[in-house]
């Protein structure tokens, strides 16, 4: 089936960002990707400024790929903003850690991320869990439960 | 004075005054006594001696004309001295010619065998004095006076003088205990006053108190040298309380500044080994994706080149990997509980074991291993013991891994031994560096973190490792868990 819906990709790094697409690409996920390149920006596309709602209008989005280590805004400050939104609480949000203790923050702090992503040096493993992540967000007809 | 060892000072001055003062007074009274006596008597005798020449030239001519009434009128003159009992002239024959009796009714007695033998003479008796002198006429003796006189009157002067010297010694030595009484207070009150100050000193550890006393005796320079001494330890425990705080302060300066670096240096491993990952992910990911993409336009080398990048960039992982693990010992927080070590060697084996069903190795685990410690960390450390132990072991058969613990004075050790590659004890020292390996690549992989990862644990618990081994012998590495580490069992 195709899903029309949107991702938003928050990645700084031109590389992973590449590399990600890629990877989404190569598992058929052909859905539109934008991309936050802080989490400046990623705020704004989400919750917009000012009073304003944001850039994206929030039932066409699928999903969230936030990484952690973003410039004047780091990804865990989005995440804990973005889900004191009542309008975004339940939006599901995958965190790309990029290393073991990335991941230990995620989980132990209760951060609100549906779920995360080691970004693996070795590709093939990013491609499988971008895969997982198809099956799992873009797929499932449901709205995705929200593990907190 | 031993025997007032342990007497106040101030018995002790008192008594000291008194004796001394009393022996005084009484040597001097006992020889001035003496000499009275003797001035007495020696006085006594000449006054007799006179008298009985007056009489005796008096009687010269009664002795001639044996005239006794006459020699009786001459001796009764004699009853002007009360001290005179009784008087006898003798003749030339030594025969009584005439008396004089003090008490006419008394003894004549007092006479008999009185006249000594020589001319003249005395003899001293205890109560009288017997005196006797030869009447010479023509240079010839015509007869001799014996007088017997009273000693009663020089005992009584005796007697009066003891009295006498007996009240003088009284009252002087209430005098004498009056003065040194008054005079002990000036002597004992500023030791008292000192010995009070010298233990408030010991008591309350106050080198500020200063004991009082401003007389220029001895005493007076001894609290002036004591004030002296406390002020030297005053001046010394105020340098050492100062030593004391400034080393303080420095070590927790020191202490604060190596936190700081300690700190920064993790901050500093941490952040390198994460930065280093993402352009590490981006020769990987796009070497992966020119295979794939551009796989055909590639020439045989060209493909094995790719292979070799993407073989590094894994390795290198791994690496930033065994970096971030080996800091992240350093910053967790040691939690000391009871853990089985047993159980969780057990846990590890069966894992190694799942890895590779098809390696046949046999494992013995001593079961009851107890120790003290934090579980994820000594888990990691079992973890890599028995990862190193699995992996040296591969070219063995038959494979032996054991795991055991043995007390050795007092101290308990864990120890992991195995049959495998063993190495040489001259690199011992370089097992446990980060990075340090001793086999080849192509022997058996790895990154040479393990052991350091170990040695950190390891020490963090307080404890120490080692290994013992030898080339193609196998290695058993020994660790104990310091203080607490071992835990009965």
Known sequence: ?148 | MAFLGDASVKTKLILTSILSKGVALLVAGVVITSFDLMALREKLVRRMSIQADIVGANCVSALLFSDPKSAETTLAALKADPRIRAAGLYAADRRLFATYLQDPSGETSLLEDSLGETGQGHRLGNDRLVLWRSILFDQKMIGAVVIVSDLSEVGATMTRDVLVFACVLLVSLLIALAISSRLQRSISQPILDLAGVARRVTLEKDYSVRASGGSRDEIGSLVVAFNEMLEEIRQQEAELRAARDRLEQRVAERTAQLQVANKELEAFSYSVSHDLRAPLRSIEGFSRALMEDCADGLSESGRDSLQRIVGSTVKMGQLIDGLLNLSRVTRTEVRGRSVDLSSLAGEIWAELKDSERDRPVECVIAAGAIAEGDPALLRAVLQNLLGNAWKFTRKCTPARIEFGFAEESGERTYFVKDNGAGFDMSYADKLFGAFQRLHGQNEFPGIGIGLATVQRIVSRHGGRVWAIGAPDQGASVYFTLGRGGANGG
């Open chain 1, 1 to 148: 089936m195709v899903d029309k819906r949107i991702v938003l990709l928050v990645e700084d790094n031109p590389d992973d960002e590449a590399l990600t697409l890629r990877a989404l690409k190569k598992n058929n996920i052909l859905n539109e990707v934008i991309v936050a390149r802080d989490g400046a920006e990623a705020l704004e596309y989400l919750l917009g400024t000012n009073g304003k709602s944001g850039k994206i209008r929030l039932e066409q989005l699928a999903v969230v790929l936030l990484d952690l280590k973003l410039p004047k805004v780091n990804g865990l400050e989005v995440l804990r903003r973005v889900r004191a939104d009542p309008r975004t609480k339940l939006l599901p949000i995958v965190v790309l850690t990029s290393s073991k203790d990335e991941k230990d923050l995620v989980s132990a702090n209760d951060s609100g991320a549906n779920s995360y992503v080691q970004e693996s040096v070795e590709f093939a493993d990013f491609v499988r869990a971008a895969g997982y992540l198809d099956l799992y967000w873009l797929v499932s007809n449901a709205p995705p439960p929200v593990t907190r």
